[in-house]
């Protein structure tokens, strides 16, 4: 198998080729050789088999979302917030109700269209028809689980560049490919899934924000607010399955706090 050239930029001579891993010597993100070939279509059936439009699943997500802001120090009042790939936009009325404007991307045509439909407060755009730069600059900048899933990572961290204020920010939580959980459990780890198909570790996102002109403000461990329901959605969505049933409203109405193998960073944008 050809392995494609390495998302964080590190020369492709370091490759080192481990079981399922064509992984970075320099930095360890790597290539998950046994997902590259998969082909997840970003189309309804994605939020849906996800539990995205799930209206207890999105409180919990824009309570985890309200507690990181808080330990991170972030503010967003009189700010523009653009958050990357919102999934279901669960997140996008409580960032509405934080800041002078939101803007929301996604890849899922369906998802926008659903949301527009239903009179969602945020400016709306597909990722591949964006605009040079938004009528204001953006602030504040959110990654939830979604910069793993970006292609084509150097174009669209170029083209924020030119979108972002010049003290903007931005929070980013992602799988940790160097972390101990994705050590200890190899292919169990609940982030090898099919559309993942490169790991970022620490420091390959450090560096690739790095080059762009982005340092490391703050670290924080990223605790999610899960209930039952969710970690057998999401064990279901591990092992292909589809998961179409409501479920109950006790399987979602306890939360508590998790983390597998996720990191948290705060990033600012640097003038020097």
């Not at 503010?75 to 803007?103: M, N």
Request: proline share 7%.
């Amino acid at each position: 198998m050809s392995i494609p050239p390495l998302l964080c930029e590190h020369p492709q001579e370091t490759i080192r080729r481990s079981s399922y891993r064509a992984e970075c010597g320099v930095c360890g993100s790597y290539w998950d050789l046994e997902s590259l070939d998969a082909v997840v279509p970003y189309d309804a059936s994605y939020p849906e088999m996800r539990g995205h439009w799930d209206p207890r699943v999105g409180a919990l997500k824009a309570k985890t979302l309200r507690r990181w802001l808080e330990k991170t120090g972030i503010q967003l009042r009189g700010r523009t917030v653009c958050e990357v790939g919102f999934g279901g936009g669960s997140c996008l009325p409580l960032l509405s109700e934080l800041a002078a404007h939101v803007i929301g991307l996604e890849t899922n045509a369906s998802a926008i269209e659903r949301l527009r439909r239903e009179g969602c407060p945020a400016e709306l755009h597909l990722v591949t028809a964006l605009p040079a730069r938004f009528a204001d600059l953006v602030d504040v900048w959110l990654f939830q689980d979604s910069f793993e899933h970006i292609p084509n990572p150097a174009g669209f961290v170029d083209w924020m560049v030119g979108a972002s204020a010049p003290d903007a920010e931005i929070l980013l939580v992602a799988p940790r490919a160097d972390s101990l959980s994705r050590r200890v459990m190899g292919r169990w780890w609940p982030h090898k899934l099919p559309d993942h198909q490169f790991q970022w570790s620490r420091r390959g996102v450090v560096d690739r924000m790095g080059r762009r002109g982005f340092v490391v403000r703050a670290e924080f461990f990223p605790l999610k607010f899960a209930s039952p329901r969710m970690f057998v959605a999401h064990v279901m969505h591990k092992a292909g399955v589809a998961n179409r049933a409501p479920g109950s409203a006790a399987g979602n109405s306890i939360a508590v706090p998790f983390n597998f193998g996720e990191m948290g960073l705060v990033f600012r944008r640097s003038t020097r």
